[in-house]
């Protein structure tokens, strides 16, 4: 027999943790955005997304979580934004009360607002049974952010232009890898970040394996650095803990990561910033497989 209502659970979506293994910045646009490339991987963990469904048409949007108070419920927030483009696309009488717990810092690199959309996009389509082309789906989703697009798979993917162009990447020894991400509680500016690159084009990303993209770079470090230089702590102590295969700036920062080759390796290096840093946000994790 069916469940009554009160104990029915909500439909749920998390919204992965986007971490830019390499990130190159190849030129500034005549639209205002930057030429990139990029590979993203995700997370196996991230931000929460609930709904239920209503019958008056209103989105109604309640966000808690750890950080949760850095957050507006309001139109302006790429949930409510990404719900009602979803809406009046379809042509969705229903509405829905969303609920966002927010796990991971806001503005920190890691496409937490991005990853929000995307699984809000995801939440809803499933919530609203409704069926939707993926390439429309996608050009809704680049409406919202150019990070937004590839969040909507959240795999491992080759990301170029302003986002707008992505496609699956397969790299041996990579999907499951464990990883630490750490934070030292600076948001920083995307825009500022951007605004402090030098414009040098230093060369094509080359992802053909892990060894390449070792030998890569993320181009808004230094930037990032200039605007936050605890970043430089954060990356410092991530390359003294034993068993780092690969550490880096995400995104325009200041969340850092770490590939390791062991999960032992990992859960030490996170033991070893909590203790020495316990101001620092953390999270042991490990790299989303297909």
Not at 86 to 95: I, P, S, V
Not at 158 to 164: A, F, I, K
Not at 218 to 235: R, T, Y
Not at 238 to 252: A, C, D, E, N
Request: hydrophobic share 45%.
């Amino acid at each position: 027999m069916p469940l009554p209502d009160a104990m029915v659970e909500p439909l749920a979506e998390t919204a992965y943790a986007k971490i830019n293994v390499a990130l190159h910045v190849r030129a500034r646009r005549d639209d205002g955005y930057h030429a990139l490339e990029s590979l993203f991987v995700f997370a196996e963990d991230g931000d929460r997304i609930t709904g239920e469904a209503t019958d008056d048409g209103a989105i109604n949007l309640v966000v808690d979580g750890p950080f949760g108070s850095g957050l507006e419920a309001g139109p302006g927030n790429l949930v409510v934004k990404a719900a009602r483009g979803l809406q009046a696309y379809l042509g969705e009488q229903r509405g829905a009360v969303i609920r966002l717990t927010k796990n991971l810092p806001v503005a920190s690199g890691i496409g937490g607002g991005s990853a929000d959309a995307a699984a809000t996009l995801r939440l809803l389509t499933r919530l609203w049974d409704m069926r939707i082309d993926p390439q429309e789906l996608t050009a809704l989703a680049l409406d919202l952010g150019s990070d937004v697009p590839a969040c909507l798979a959240s795999v491992t993917q080759l990301v170029s232009g302003r986002g707008e162009h992505f496609a699956r990447h397969q790299i041996d020894d990579l999907d499951g890898r464990p990883m630490l991400l750490a934070n030292p509680g600076i948001a920083v500016s995307t825009a500022q970040v951007f605004a402090g690159w030098d414009r040098v084009d230093r060369g094509a990303l080359d992802a053909g394996n892990l060894e390449r993209l070792i030998a890569g770079r993320n181009d808004l470090e230094q930037p990032a650095i200039a605007i936050a230089p605890a970043i430089s702590d954060v990356l410092n102590m991530l390359g003294q803990q034993p068993g780092v295969r690969l550490y880096r700036m995400s995104g325009s920062g200041a969340t850092c990561f770490a590939l390791f080759h062991t999960q032992a390796d990992c859960s030490h290096a996170a033991n070893a910033l909590a203790k020495a840093h316990p101001s620092w946000w953390t999270m042991e994790t490990r790299i989303r497989g297909a």
